[in-house]
């Protein structure tokens, strides 16, 4: 899943935004979701780069991820887009569960740090 959407975002040009910002929220047009982890994020003082991809491209996301299932055999579970899609020091993070996940465990602060784009 992970290489599969890499090569989307490269294919949608973004691979200088993720590597020359500290923090990188990709999202559909006005969904709530990138709101949360951006509120997330910038209670901890980091001010993340929010960009929006368009709903072609989540389909065509959507699209990708579905035949990847049905191609390991699995018929029966239809997938939704991973959006938002979080990038901390050029890294994927993965969606707004995974960020919620590592902030949790208190390994989001230090991944923050990490990249430089908090000073605590």
Known sequence: ????????????????????????????????MNFVAQRLLERLKAYPTMYEVSEEFVARMTL???????????????????????????KLVGGLDQLIDIHVTSKLIPMLKEACAIWL
Do not use: H, W
């Open 1 to 32: 899943m992970e290489q599969l959407l890499m090569v989307a975002i490269k294919e949608e040009g973004l691979i200088p935004i993720v590597e020359g910002s500290m923090v990188v929220i990709v999202g559909r047009r006005g969904c709530d």
């Open 64 to 90: 990708m991820r579905n035949l990847e299932g049905t191609l390991r055999g699995d018929y029966k579970t239809l997938v939704a887009p991973l959006f938002p899609v979080i990038f901390i020091g050029g």
